[in-house]
């Protein structure tokens, strides 16, 4: 068999595997407040989940656009580069699933692009409109996360929960719950998954030695289904810190962190943004929890995640880097 195409079927392995492993270290983020709030066993979440992600996943291809085209040229593109980047941001996640730290897959995948470029071709080579794009997505989606759950959780009190009793306000939003975590699988399969297709068409510009403007229709299958199955596996450690160590959660909580974070995530996939599912969902939490008082969120917690997020970045370039001089020494 040629071995370039056996370099590319491993490359290709390696991206669903990340897609696979995206599912289920990102579980918690479309099920972890429905499960904390017992509006759902964690059985029925992750089924929910795992359907959701895939239909999401479905849903466009503009945040894969990105990957593939917007932070290193396709002209650039080896075999190698991929691989280095799909090593780096795999170690990360399992490195940070197995300390049960939400951190982001799709920015651990994006710097450990970027490092594998730098190692290919130096700082030149990347392209800054699409990494600030990134960069964008990353400082607004957590900011907009923490303060639309606060204005949100405002208007429905001024609106709906003074006129409820307790008991008819968790009654209601127990309901409701379950369409927001629906809401939250779907946008999490739709810009998560495609930072595996994004690669995977990089990859396929490398393979072909010309540039793949369009994602192939097996591309945004095999992507959708290895992610749908990822999460259909669950991912407990971190679902206990985004449930239960942040902030105490009532239904109420749940519904409106869910529905607030599944929004901008939408919106950002619509702009071809790649966020981060874990910043948004995690921020949004922690911004019902001060709604309550700022004494109720557990912001020892909310600081390790926060560590994670400032690590993923300067981590994952290094990574990227080495792995990419490792490939080329090892031939």
């Known amino acids: 068999m040629d071995p370039l195409l056996i370099g590319f079927l491993l490359i290709i392995f390696l991206a669903l595997a990340f897609d696979f492993i995206n599912g289920f270290h990102d579980t918690a983020n479309a099920i972890a407040t429905s499960v904390a709030t017992k509006v759902l066993t964690p059985a029925q979440a992750i089924a929910m989940a795992a359907v959701l992600n895939v239909v999401g ?6 945040v894969a656009k990105t990957i593939a085209t917007s932070i290193v040229p396709q002209e650039y593109a080896t075999l190698q580069l991929t691989g280095a980047a799909l090593l780096s941001a795999i170690l990360w996640n399992l490195f940070t699933w197995w300390k049960g730290l939400p951190s982001s897959s799709s920015h651990a995948l994006i710097f450990s692009l970027v490092g594998a470029g730098v190692a290919a071709g130096g700082w030149g080579i990347i392209i800054p409109k699409g990494v600030q794009k990134t960069v964008t997505g990353l400082f607004t989606s957590p900011v907009l996360g923490f303060i639309v759950p606060i204005l949100l959780m405002a208007l429905l009190s001024w609106l709906v929960l003074r006129h409820m009793r307790p008991r008819t306000v968790t009654g209601t939003f127990r309901w409701l719950q379950i369409g927001s975590a629906a809401f939250m699988a779907f946008s999490h399969g739709g810009n998560d998954a495609q930072k595996a297709m994004g690669i995977m068409t990089f990859a ?3 393979y072909l030695g010309t540039q793949v403007e369009q994602v192939p229709l097996w591309i945004i299958l095999s992507a959708a ?3 749908g199955l990822g999460t259909s596996i669950g991912g407990w450690r971190i679902i206990k810190t985004m449930g239960f160590k942040v902030v105490d959660l009532k239904p109420v909580d749940g519904f409106v962190a869910e529905a607030s974070a ?10 071809g943004i790649p966020v ?17 008082g700022f004494r109720k969120v557990k912001w020892q917690v909310a600081g390790r995640i926060v560590q994670a997020w400032v690590f993923t970045i300067p981590v994952c370039i290094v990574l990227g880097w080495l792995f990419h001089k490792a490939l080329l020494l090892l031939g």
């Open 262 to 271: 599944a929004a901008i995530i939408t919106g950002a996939t619509a702009l």
């Open 276 to 292: 981060s599912t874990t910043h948004t969902i995690s921020t949004s939490i922690m911004g019902v929890g001060t709604t309550k």
């Open 225 to 227: 289904a290895a992610m």
């Open 204 to 206: 396929l510009s490398a």
């Open 57 to 62: 996943a479905l849903a466009g291809t503009a």
